[in-house]
């Protein structure tokens, strides 16, 4: 029959989580591109520029699809239209003073008329050829406003495929989106790559964070502020310490977990993304507690003294191995371990 005496000693709750670490700034690299990947121009490990180019995809069928815009581009501009919009408006002023002149003759024949010199018949046609004038500088007039309307739409239509094409052409390079480092190279030159295909892994290599998956039912206890006891499997031995720094209110529906992150108080000194790890975040502490094992807990809220009779105690800070008495036993109480 195993017994034991409650102790006074240190107790710590803390909730478990595993993880694993990332550079800041770290993400998978894609290219909105389908195609044959053609060059690489790093390496893995390599540190590189924001903007810098990573790799490219073969794009024929795209630079004679640029080549066709620049062509259109370059046959609808409107310097090169100028010519058709001149001989329009050539057209348009000639309409115009033949107008004046015919509208000039018109009223000098309508005044003879009033002053009953001149047949009714030149009236008559001097009349005609004022409105016939007028129509025709009408017709010139919607002429060379519909031409204009049309050199203008043609050339902003081209020029925007012209730069539609430049930005389709761009997605045929792959580009740095940040200062770092290139952690790994995901296809080889030569493969087939989609749209869909991460091709690299990038990040900030001078700062590591710390991303772990806290279970739903604790997720609650957990703040900001709060320290991390963390193991690596690359580091055997050592514990580190870390900080909570973020809690992300959403919760991941397959694992039923939230995402927590902490920053190293002193980080190792070398570090890979990716790496393993195991956490204890810490959520209170407290000093000369009275100790049982958890073992010797029956229920919630009982405890067997030596020679059978039950106790009901009050139970504080857990850990994994033991629990904290408030009251109903005392460190002189022997206690009995409960038939399993």
């Known amino acids: 029959m195993e017994t034991t005496h409650p102790v ?3 107790i710590t709750e803390s909730v478990y989580a595993s993880g694993i670490v990332k550079s800041e700034n770290q993400y998978q690299a894609f290219t909105s591109a389908n195609g044959i990947l053609e060059n690489i121009f790093v390496t893995e490990g390599d540190t590189v520029k924001k903007g810098q180019a990573l790799l490219s995809i ?6 004679l699809t640029k080549q066709n815009a620049e ?10 239209n100028q010519g058709k919009l001149n001989e329009a408006k050539l057209l348009l002023e000639l309409a115009g003073n033949k107008m004046k002149n015919d509208s000039v003759l018109y009223f000098r024949q309508l005044n003879l008329w009033q002053q009953q010199v001149g047949s009714k018949v030149e009236l008559e046609q ?3 050829s004022y409105e016939n004038s007028k129509t025709a500088w ?16 043609a050339s902003a239509q081209t020029k925007n495929k012209l730069l539609i094409s430049d930005t389709q052409e761009h997605d045929y390079t792959l580009r740095s989106e940040i200062d770092g480092v290139v952690f790994s ?3 080889e030159k030569g493969e087939m790559v989609t749209s869909q295909t991460p091709l690299a892994i990038l990040g900030t290599p001078s700062h590591f964070i710390l991303e772990m998956q806290v279970d739903e039912y604790d997720i609650v206890k957990i703040k900001p502020g709060m320290d991390v006891l963390v193991t690596m499997d690359t580091y ?5 310490e870390a900080r909570v720094t973020k809690v992300y209110p959403y919760l991941n529906e397959r694992s039923k977990t939230f995402k927590v992150e902490a920053d190293f108080i002193h980080p190792p000194d070398r570090l890979f993304p990716n790496i393993s790890f195991e956490a204890n975040i810490l959520l209170q502490k407290k000093e000369n507690a009275i100790l049982i094992p958890r073992a ?6 009982l405890v067997l003294k030596k020679g059978g009779d039950t106790a009901v105690v009050k139970t504080g800070l857990k850990d994994y191995l033991k629990l904290e008495i408030i009251s109903g036993v005392t460190d002189v109480d022997e206690l009995q371990k409960p038939m399993e």
């Open 8 to 10: 006074r000693g240190s």
């Open 58 to 63: 073969s794009g024929e069928a795209q630079k």
């Open 71 to 80: 062509l259109e581009a370059r046959y609808a501009d409107i310097n090169s």
């Open 126 to 128: 001097r009349e005609l």
């Open 138 to 153: 009408y017709s010139s007039q919607v002429r060379y406003d519909d031409l204009k309307r049309q050199v203008d739409l």
């Open 185 to 187: 190279l995901l296809k």
């Open 236 to 240: 055997k031995g050592n514990v580190f």
């Open 296 to 301: 010797y807990l029956i229920g919630d809220s």
